[in-house]
């Protein structure tokens, strides 16, 4: 079965000390550094022990201690979606005295926006920061100190020029000049339906990428680095034989979700070992019948955007999550007996970016001990140009 990793999982592995539990008022956001770690070594395995062939979207972690980690594991290429996650991951890099550092702010910023990463490029200036462009006539309102990325949309229909469109991607680089730095071309459709498929479909949409790089460097100009694939597709990526040999580009993939691993990859990618990482810890809260139990934890806490069920009981392969309410998670009990009010759970959510962007604060456990309590910093977004 696909859960079968999951259930598999000694939940006493996830145990949080007894004097936190006393303490802690459910739900609450808690990360493992340890299992932190082991993701980082796994994907960095993956790439063939080369960090920089990752650059991981930091929207799923949202934490600068785990940035940190995420640094002395070697990593200096980093994607972002927000300001605010621009702002501390910036923050951290210089705090680490990590020069020559790559952000790639990855979603189309418009007027204010625009402007705030600007001056953060300006104030951290040790750190290479780009944009992402789909229009020539945008490339004069980008500031001269971000760099810039073309968005190429391959069939995700989400942002981006289309792939077939060379007249309008080869427009935007003759603009942007040296400032042009490469292609984004993220692949978020390939997912679901089997190993063999998400391979095939990926290897599809890259086949049709380096036909366009060429096009590009045929019209004269240099393509510097080639960005693909979140978590479903990156290790398709990572061994489509044509980006490991390209004799003038760099090529990263851009997963980020595999710093925490979720449900929903657990789920679509069988063919990844990952441990979860950032979990919820809940509590029952209420038997409203006899096959149901009710816990603390509903959207307010876990994501659920991403649909049924929103999260895996570690432990208790006979909870299946029903659709949760605001501050409600129901779970009908399919056999045995149902947990007592007050049983602790820990929940794998299906979605894990939003789940940690829901949290102000998280518990950091390390070799089965708090180490600390840390604010969720990056979450939400900024206000104000100068807020």
């Known amino acids: 079965m696909i859960r079968s990793r999951f259930q598999q999982i000694d939940v006493d592995d996830y145990a949080l000390p007894a004097e936190v539990v006393g303490r802690v008022i459910s739900p609450a956001l808690v990360v493992y550094l340890d299992r932190v770690r082991d993701n980082l070594s796994r994907v960095i395995e993956l790439a063939a022990g080369d960090p920089a062939r990752w650059r991981p979207h930091i929207k799923t972690i949202k934490i600068p201690e785990i940035f940190v980690e995420m640094t002395r594991a070697g990593l200096r290429n980093f994607k972002c979606a927000t300001t605010r996650e621009a702002m501390h991951l910036l923050h951290v890099l210089d705090q680490e005295g990590i020069r020559q550092a790559d952000l790639l702010l990855a979603y189309p910023l418009i007027g204010p926006a625009l402007e705030r990463l600007s001056y953060l ?18 490339v004069a309102s980008i500031p001269e100190v971000l760099s810039i990325f073309i968005d190429v949309n391959p069939g995700m229909n989400r942002t981006g020029v289309p792939v077939s469109d060379e007249m309008t991607i080869l427009d935007i680089a003759r603009q942007a000049g040296s400032r042009f730095r490469g292609l984004h071309f993220y692949d978020g459709h390939v997912h679901g339906t089997g190993a063999a498929t998400r391979r095939r479909m990926a290897f599809e949409g890259y086949d049709r990428l380096m036909e366009l790089v060429s096009r590009v460097q045929r019209d004269g100009m240099s393509v510097g680095e080639i960005i693909t694939s979140g978590t479903p597709s990156f290790p398709y990526a990572l061994v489509y034989e044509p980006f490991r040999t390209l004799p003038a580009t760099t090529h990263r993939v851009s997963p980020g ?14 063919d990844l070992e990952l441990k979860p990482a950032a979990l919820v810890f809940s509590r029952v809260v209420s038997h409203p019948a006899d096959d149901i139990v009710t816990c603390d934890a509903g959207s307010k806490s876990i994501a659920a955007e991403a649909g049924d069920p929103c999260a895996f009981a570690l432990g208790h392969p006979a909870l299946e999550a029903l659709t949760p309410s605001e501050e409600h998670l129901p779970f009908r009990v399919s056999e045995g ?11 794998v959510p299906r979605h894990v970016c939003p789940t940690v962007n829901l949290a102000e604060q998280a518990l950091l456990i390390e070799n089965g001990r708090l180490r600390e309590v840390v604010p969720v910093r990056a979450r939400a977004h900024d206000l104000f140009v100068d807020g």
């Open 121 to 138: 490029a300006r104030v951290q200036e040790r750190t290479r920061v780009s944009v992402l462009c789909e229009d020539p006539a945008a």
């Open 337 to 347: 007996p149902r947990p007592e009010r007050g049983s602790q759970l820990f929940l």
């Open 257 to 270: 979700t595999v710093v925490f691993h979720d449900f929903r990859s657990e789920q679509e990618l069988e």
